[in-house]
């Protein structure tokens, strides 16, 4: 699921903010794009269907904050 995959991210370090290259420190907002809103060009798996998240960079200096359904692309 897109939220644990998140969280895991942001408690590993993994997320990373593209602005100071430094780990997220949190996030907040986070809602499932459910099938019924997607285009159909895609299958029922919900995983598909996306997620959208505000990520909240939180370190010293840098005031990066994005919402995004392309969280994915921050996980290094
Ligand atoms: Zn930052």
């Given at each position: 699921m897109s939220l644990s995959k998140i969280k895991e991210a942001?408690?590993?370090?993994?997320?990373?903010c593209p602005t100071c290259q430094k780990p997220v420190k949190s996030f907040e907002?986070?809602?499932?794009?459910?099938?019924?809103?997607?285009?159909?060009?895609?299958d029922s798996n919900l995983e598909t269907a996306?997620?959208?998240?505000?990520?909240?960079?939180?370190?010293?200096?840098?005031?990066?904050?994005e919402r995004t359904e392309y969280w994915a692309e921050y996980i290094k």
């Open positions: 942001i408690s590993a370090g993994k997320m990373l907002k986070y809602v499932e794009l459910t099938a019924s809103v997607w285009d159909g060009a895609g996306g997620s959208k998240v505000t990520l909240i960079c939180g370190n010293d200096d840098c005031s990066w904050k």
